[in-house]
């Protein structure tokens, strides 16, 4: 457990992509709730787009407050977002403002994710699950598709489970028509997102109504994730 307590010189930024689901929001604000009741600090939520406050008006509102602000990405792959929208707009604002803003590292997929991820599923019943289904939401970048591979690919051989198959949301129907062909009849679905927002609800919804599913839940769900969070933060302190 950690204890350290962090004074109110400092700032903490928590980066949400934004969603009109009212699920991402609840769990987004519980996420900065735990944040905050642990280290006894300020916290604030921003986000990418679709929700207040944007990432400028929230560097605004604390860039002549703090000594210290932390950036923190709530994002698992290095996309357009993670590449412009956070990285290139930082470093603007913290240029325009002649003060720093410390980008904390976002979680990784293969340190961070991946090894918890195996012991979740290994805790449970798993084996009687034959396929591992993945996906996360849809860029033109294609690291993040080749990202995504890399973990389904690494997670499924962890696992010792024979088939897998990675998409963007939205291809539904095309792995849905897959797996008809393979005659699946039990799957582990592992839709990779941190809350609980409509594409993970979405993503859910095709593979429910038709397979017997044990499914993953958002990363933000699990006490070892959010353990990672905690350090990573007092790290960057």
């Known amino acids: 457990m950690i ?5 109110k010189e400092h700032a903490m930024i928590l980066c949400g992509h934004g969603s009109r689901d009212i699920d991402y929001m609840n ?40 000594k210290k602000i932390s950036f923190f990405p709530l994002l698992l792959f290095d996309g357009k977002h993670m590449i412009i929208d956070i990285k290139k707009k930082i470093n ?29 599923i290994s805790k449970s019943n798993y084996k009687k699950y034959d396929t591992l289904i993945t996906s996360c939401s849809f860029s ?24 897998k198959i990675f998409h963007f949301v939205g291809d539904e129907v095309m792995v849905l028509t897959e797996l008809k062909k393979l005659e699946i009849k039990n799957i582990i679905l592992h839709p990779v997102f941190f809350f609980n927002g409509f594409l993970f609800k979405k993503n859910v919804s095709h593979f429910e109504k038709c397979f017997k599913t044990m499914r993953i839940f958002p990363i933000a769900h699990y006490d070892p994730i959010i353990k990672i969070i905690s350090e990573k933060l007092i790290r960057s302190i």
């Open 27 to 66: 769990e987004m604000v519980n996420l900065k709730k735990k944040l905050e009741d642990k280290f006894k600090y300020d916290v604030f939520n921003c986000f990418i787009e679709i929700n207040e406050p944007l990432i400028d008006d929230c560097i605004y509102e604390v860039i002549h407050k703090y």
């Open 92 to 120: 603007y604002l913290s240029e325009k403002f002649k003060k720093r803003i410390d980008l904390v590292e976002k979680l990784s997929l293969f340190r961070d994710i991946l090894p918890n991820m195996k012991d979740i």
């Open 140 to 163: 033109k970048n294609k690291t993040v598709l080749d990202q995504l591979e890399n973990y389904t690919n690494k997670l499924s051989s962890s696992l010792n489970i024979k088939n």
């Open 3 to 7: 204890t350290k307590k962090l004074d």
